[in-house]
Nanobody
Framework: QVQLVESGGGLVQAGGSLRLSCAAS????????MGWFRQAPGKGREFVAA????????DYADSMKGRFTISRDNAKNTVYLQMNSLKSEDTAVYYC????????WGQGTQVTVSS
């Protein structure tokens, strides 16, 4: 069973930066494609970014390209999301998850960007 704990969210002004962390418990972390998702008030979950097991292939939603960077440290069983140039529309609860089932939802971490 995969257990994921997100952290690093907080309050930030537009244009600022945050780095989110997702700590994973599991025996085969390096084998998982990992992803970040977010959910804004009144909206469904939205794909943000994903990274393959070795960390040499990434994918981003269009609105995040050039601003967000997903990375991972398999030795630490951790995936990161570096968020730069934050906008008010980035305000959401951010979750990480693991492929292929994308079912390991945790509590998420709140990111609030003030305009």
């Amino acid at each position: 069973q995969v257990q994921l704990v997100e952290s690093g969210g907080g309050l930030v002004q537009a244009g600022g930066s945050l780095r989110l962390s997702c700590a994973a418990s599991g025996r085969h972390f390096s084998s998982y494609v990992m992803g970040w998702f977010r959910q804004a008030p009144g909206k469904g979950r939205e794909f943000v970014a994903a990274i393959n097991g070795k960390g040499d292939s990434t994918d981003y939603a269009d609105s995040m390209k050039g601003r967000f960077t997903i990375s991972r440290d398999n030795a630490k069983n951790t995936v990161y999301l570096q968020m730069n140039s934050l906008k008010s529309e980035d305000t959401a609860v951010y979750y990480c998850n693991a492929a292929p089932s994308w079912r390991y939802w945790g509590q998420g971490t709140q990111v609030t960007v003030s305009s």
